[in-house]
């Protein structure tokens, strides 16, 4: 049972930033953006391709950044300047998303398992895989983790985050919202491209429908790791994050180990994130109930 | 005589053009406010109060008509970006300041209005000591709790918070939208008398909104009174200090349908 931990850890690890650039969008900025379900896989398509093409993997990864990022903006762009409706902009994007990922790659999957990625250095080392990869990982999330933490404490920051909290108050205190909400919606997805195109260097291929789901997955963990560390400060909430989103592949994990299928887990974890959505509501009903009975 | 501070100039607004349901909240109005005067505006509801001030504020855009502050028309400027020329003070206590974040964030966001925001770090050592200090004059022990989400405040004390977010740099000019209605009596009192002494203090130009007659009698140095978005009243100097509300009551009592403006 203990082997399951160390594929746990490296996954959690993995898609904890993606997990960290959802939590942005749905907790900082209160918009609830879809768009990762296509970012995700647009990071892997463009570091694979770059890769697969003789780029550098340090280089792809940055690149991959950089296109999350203006995915993220243009999905901004379309709620604040369009007024598109903000669940439509990011399904909007998602779906554009799947076209060019195609694109980007020239077909659905991409293998990489001949090429040199990232992890080949770590791949050619005496010890087990596991640990340098786990400890790279580890040294990814704690920078992304410590920058995010950093960005919002600052003057801007706080800006992006007052306008998820109170829009109109901030803008009445002289910030384009607007332009906080594109911004910040960048930095979102530019976390999950760059999980995006760490996996797919991680797992030996980018594939098209590799971010199907990712959204759900991503709220699992959120909501795991809120339950565990109040997230009463943003450092709290970006560790409950973290920690979360370790939480969550240890139980899919342990899920798959006593018999479910790989087919189940979107299930699974559907099921899993309305329980934990519908918990507040059925217990206010309840004690509404309770009021009206005088209890 | 030294330039106004505010100049609205024909200001129209229709709402619900072309319709049934068509109003004009803003009726060709005009009005011009001198620098350090503190104006009481009071109204029936649908009066056009609210409106008067998004215009101000813009928040909304009038039809016709333009705005000028300080010299500067702003008519086609985005609320944001009159952020420099004025801060405001909403009905709803939720409304002035972000509920998640703490005191000490909120009163760098206010320290920090119509400035530019840049990846320096947002509540320094130097701004905290200076934020406990200020938030002692409130008397409201809320120097001890910098770090708390203003979530955890209540109305009372929120909008002290916000009237001092909204005085921590100096406004051109202080725009009130019903601030005390949602309070109870003696929090209002005190929230009323906390504004008079900020407003008199820095001869700060304000423009208050309120549902209360007493209130806009006994408060500012003029006193106008909306009616189907034109201005019936306005008075001020002398005329406004011995004003009472029988007068009011007396001279326009068939405008003053409404009671809540009546009560208190």
Known sequence: MLNIVPISLEQGLAYALAAIGIALA?????????????SFPLGGAVAARLIFEGANPVLASLAAIVAGFLAGCLTGFFATKFKINSLLSGILMMTMLYSINLRVMGRANIPLITTPTIFTPMENMEISR???????????????????????????GL???????????????GVNTDAATI??????????????????????FSDVGMGIGLIVAGLASI???????????????????????IVYRLIIAFGMRIGLAPTDLKLATGVMVVIALAVPALRSAKEKKMKLRGV | MASPMLELKNIVKVFNADTEDEKRAMDSINLTIEKGEFVTVIGSNGAGKSTLLNIIAGTLQPDEGSVTINNKDVTRIPDYKRASLLA????????????????????????????KRGLKWGVTKNRRSRYREILKTLELGLEDRLTQSVGLLSGGQRQSLTLLMATLIMPEMLLLDEHTAALDPKTAAKVIELTNTVV????????????NMQQAIHYGNRMIMLHQGKIQLDIKGEEKAKLTVNDVVAK?????????????
């Open chain 2, 252 to 264: 326009f009592s068939h405008t003053l349908k409404d009671e809540a403006l009546l009560s208190n």
């Open chain 1, 26 to 38: 749905f907790r900082i900025l209160s918009f609830p953006d879809l768009t990762v379900d296509g």
């Open chain 1, 223 to 245: 909501i795991i790791g809120e339950a565990l560390i109040k997230p009463k400060t943003v450092f709290r909430l970006t560790l409950a994050v973290v920690v979360g989103s």
């Open chain 1, 183 to 204: 911004f910040g919606l960048g930095l979102s997805n530019a976390f999950v491209a760059l999980s995006g195109a760490l996996i797919a260097q991680d797992q030996g």
């Open chain 2, 88 to 115: 405001r003070v909403f009905q709803n206590t939720t409304m002035g300041t972000a509920g998640e974040m703490s005191i000490e964030e909120n009163l760098c966001m206010a320290e920090l209005r119509g400035k």
């Open chain 1, 130 to 156: 596991d640990i340098p990869v786990i400890a790279f990982f580890f040294l990814v999330v704690l920078l992304c983790k410590i920058g995010i933490d950093l960005f919002l404490h600052t003057e801007y």
């Open chain 1, 159 to 173: 800006a992006v985050r007052a306008t998820g909290d109170n829009e109109q108050m901030i803008r009445s205190l």
């Open chain 2, 200 to 211: 008199q203090e820095n001869q700060l130009t304000t423009l208050m909104i309120t549902h």
